[in-house]
């Protein structure tokens, strides 16, 4: 997490002036209409907004799951709008640990199975076990995803997110299908990762009871940033309810 006392750390991303458009004529459709914003290293920033803000277009792009129309995003000295398909391939390995409202999880493997499905790929990555230890599943790392709850099974694809060791961690709605109590297990996995790690972890949401516990809330309305608020302090996922 960033502190007023680091010293003036570069952004970990920067994005200028981001277009996203799709279709053409009266089919047009602006995801995004020339966001500006950096995101520091080790910090937690949520995105909130309703459902076609562009929250999802945004994360994607930071991601290298999408490239915008016209704009930039640098991703430290990397310019990720001008990376070929496999330069955004070996990225999105190397750096980006995703976490989605649906868990993918591979069902004819066990939960350690599933992690090691990265470790497989990863240059210096934790052991499964290790990963499954700091979401509290190692003793459930040989149960099948049809033995686990929801919530343990988006624990699992924490688990596999963080196992490769990247210097991101994105989230699209990683609550959306789970209870209160249960989204707040995960959330506190989520914190903790940001704490413990130093990842810098950026979450989806169109929540509003999430955004306390950020360094920063990005708000998105009809894909443009109407507000940056930074909070005075992080709420502990425990108090968050919705």
Known sequence: MVTASDPDPAPL????????????????????????????????????????????????IMGGLDQPTSGSLRYGDQDLTKCTTSELTRYRREHVGFVFQFYNLVPSLTARENVELVTDIAREPLPATES????????????????????????????RAIA??????????????LDVKTGVLVLEVIARVNRELGTTVAIITHNAAIA???????????????EVRKNSRRVDPSEISW
């Not at 995105?47 to 277009?57: D, E, F, M």
């Not at 490769?164 to 299908?177: H, I, W």
């Not at 809330?217 to 009809?222: H, P, Q």
Request: aromatic share 4%.
């Open 212 to 226: 306390g516990m950020a360094d920063r809330v990005v708000m998105l309305s009809d894909g443009a940033i109407h």
């Open 132 to 159: 499954l230890d700091r979401v509290g599943l190692r003793e459930r790392m040989n149960h099948f995803p049809s033995q686990l709850s929801g919530g343990e099974q988006q624990r699992v694809a924490i688990a």
């Open 13 to 60: 991303f920067q994005a200028r002036d981001l277009v996203k458009t799709y279709g053409s004529g009266v089919s047009l459709v602006n995801a995004l209409r020339g966001v500006d914003l950096d995101i520091w290293p080790g910090e937690f920033v949520v995105l909130l907004g309703p459902s076609g803000s562009g929250k999802s277009t945004l994360l994607n």
């Open 164 to 177: 490769k060791r990247p210097a991101v961690l994105l989230c699209d709605e990683p609550t959306g299908a």
